[in-house]
């Protein structure tokens, strides 16, 4: 891995994770593109390009000339958004993901993208959900993950492509908000708890979901992407999870540090209902045991680390 391209890269990992691999690996040997522009540090720090990738021929032009032995694909519509334009999300992010794996195949690049725990649906067992359960969602954004670790390991399978992957849970940070996901909460809360003292959620007080905290999730991305292929049984599809939580237990947490805070709700049914068909909590020890996958966060720490870390953000803004 010595010259990475990744898509996506202004979103909420890809403006971290770019970062963190130009520090792991060097500046010049990360390319960062998206489809859009801005002035943020990934834009300024390094090689950016802007693609779309729904454009394969751009795509394949774009990692061939920056000789790009690994692929990072990112660019994608996350669970809500793609619930209200299914067509759309359908065609984003299965096209894109095609274009993606064909041009990892066409360079004979190692090849990553996430997927989520999106890819269980009611069936699925709702605690510690195994590795290999019923895969079997009802949002449009769970399909294109299952279709997409299907398609992974196709290309694998087939064309022997170096695929890997990982199913996230909810990503929480503090560099860039989130783009339209169903656990978007979990960083707003955090805003609001600081500049307003308040927030309202989404989602009902007893809704139990799988988090992570950015850095375990970067440290991830790079310690599967390191290890060696012959370990990877699940290569695209591994269960990993820092810790669950509900809004209520998430909003007791910060009343620690912040006392005044209050929370109340008003229930969206589209992300409510996308929520309900997912695990309460998910089992990750395949990933522990094929490749040795661990965080260092549980949500007391992530707590803690967020308030400081966006406070200090916040008052220079
Ligand atoms: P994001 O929405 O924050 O960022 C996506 C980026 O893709 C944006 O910068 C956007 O400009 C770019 N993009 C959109 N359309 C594009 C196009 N046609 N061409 C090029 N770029 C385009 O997403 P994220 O949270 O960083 O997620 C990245 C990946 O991780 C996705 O596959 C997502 O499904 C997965 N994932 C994310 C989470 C999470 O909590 N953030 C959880 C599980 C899985």
Known sequence: MKRIMVTGALGQIGSELTLFLRKHYGTDHVLATDIRNNSLEVVRSGPFEMLDVMDGKSFVKAASDFQADTIIHLAALLSAVAEGNPLLAWQMNMGSLLNALETARLLKAKFFTPSSIAVFGPPAPKKMTPQASILRPVTMYGINKVSGELLADYYF?????????????????????????????????????????????????????????????????????????????????????????????????????????????????????????????????????????????????????????????????
């Open 157 to 317: 399978l087939k064309y022997g492509v170096d695929t890997r992957g990982l199913r996230f849970p909810g990503l929480i940070s503090h560099a860039t908000k989130p783009g339209g996901g169903t656990t978007d909460y979990a960083v707003e809360i955090f805003y609001d708890a600081i500049q307003k003292g308040r927030y309202t959620c989404y989602l009902q007080e007893g809704t139990s979901i799988d988090m992570m905290y950015m850095p375990d999730a970067l440290q991830a991305i790079i310690q599967l992407l390191e290890v060696d292929s012959q370990q990877l049984k699940h290569r695209n599809a591994y269960n990993v999870t820092g810790m669950s939580f509900t809004p209520k237990e998430l909003a007791n947490e910060i009343q620690k540090y912040l006392p005044d805070f209050s929370l109340d709700y008003r229930i969206d049914p589209v992300r409510q209902s996308i929520a309900d068909s997912w695990p309460d909590q998910i089992d990750a020890s395949t990933a522990k045991q094929e490749w040795g996958f661990t965080t260092q966060y549980n949500l007391e720490k992530m707590t803690k680390d967020m308030l400081e870390k966006l406070t200090v953000k916040l008052m220079q803004s």
